[in-house]
């Protein structure tokens, strides 16, 4: 298969978690469980410029003009959101392409940082729009770069977090940043880090909604083939473990930071095919052991139920073939999930009141990153199981 990075031919699949609806479409009722669709969900890798891609790209507009997810309900996401507004808080104007609810837009309004969100989606926008919350519903391209030029200025400071990996055509992207910064200004990135995916067997971040998972090697290759590159290159802890890029043009800037070459030298000792082999046999053993854990629940008469319904629960529940007969419901603190379905396998997605109307003996923590917000949200009333790998906690 073709690299869509480098172009290059030769692109291997090592990893195929079956037939897979799209993540973040959760059914209303039982009569759009028929019209779900399912693509092959198989992961590439290409050697030369170390990128991980899907063999599968589906219409962008399709997955995000209606969305269902909302960065504000995660209280984790709030700190993280807040402390990086205060490492950019001396910006004069800064551009948060993909704002979703104005996670990042709001802490910057309230330190004095001019601001603007870029979100395609029109029910997400209308949130922060509704706060006051300044966003243009789009997608980000070139008209919505001539609308930013024209009615504002160029960006000192541009903002993609955890964006970038679902970019269907990332040179234009590239391109479009390009044109709409300011030349000395930044262009910063965080996105969901390859190496901690496979470092911690995190098959369920594989899913249709995310064409690209990047190492830092295979984000430089990108970038400067476009005229730019890496300054600086950090570990933050989103979404399972990611990594904030600091990028900027070829010549307006300082020397790179000693920790681009530090990552690019441990890349290349820790992203090859025979790594990759032993994470395909690791997340067949891992789904294995999560699935067996939920049948002993049933077989002892537990009753078991989750508590999150990231996109990660449709790779997750339909890769391990797990439903309602396993797991009754599940919780989500996002209004826009709740009284809906769990992609695929149909698990209903119900409010944190139902939970105290409903109590299971377990339950399922798919946010596992913020389970200790879950835990004092649920005052720590349960036998806790994470599940990849599965461990329980009491």
Sequence with gaps: MKCFLCSREGAVEFLHLGDQ??????????????????????VFFCSRCKNVQLGTIVSRSRMFEDYYYLSSVNPGLVRHFEEFA?????????????????????????????????????????????????????????????KIKKQYESPDVVVASSI???????????????????????????????????????FERFYLDRVFYYSLTSLKHLLEAHGMYVADVEKIEPHGGSIRVVTRKKGRGPAPADSVARFVRKEEESLNLPKLDEFKRN??????????????????????????????VATIC????????????????????QNRFSPGTHIPIVPKDYLEEHKPDVLVVFAYEYFDDIKEKTRGAYKYLLPIPPREIV
């Design 21 to 42: 609806p799209l993540a973040n479409k959760y059914p209303r009722a039982k009569e759009e469980f028929e019209t779900e669709d399912f693509f092959p969900l198989a």
């Design 86 to 146: 205060n490492k950019i808080a001396k910006a004069r104007f800064v551009v948060d392409i993909g704002s979703n609810d104005g996670i990042l837009l709001k802490p910057l309004k309230e330190r004095g940082v001019k601001t603007i969100g870029v979100d395609p989606s029109i029910n997400v926008s209308k949130i922060a729009n509704d706060a006051g919350l300044t966003t243009i519903v789009s997608f980000f391209d070139s008209a919505a770069v001539g």
């Design 164 to 202: 970038f990996t679902h970019l269907e055509d990332p040179h234009q992207f590239i391109e479009d940043v390009k044109e709409l910064m300011a030349d000395d200004g930044e262009f910063i990135i965080e996105v969901e880090y390859i190496g901690n995916i496979l470092e911690n067997t995190q």
């Design 283 to 312: 997340v067949d053993a891992q789904i294995s052991a999560f699935r067996h854990k939920l049948e002993e629940y049933k077989r002892s008469n537990l009753k078991v139920a989750g508590y999150g319904a990231p996109a990660r």
């Design 318 to 337: 339909n890769y391990g073939n797990i439903g309602p007969s396993l797991i009754e419901f599940i919780v989500d603190d996002s209004p826009l999930k």
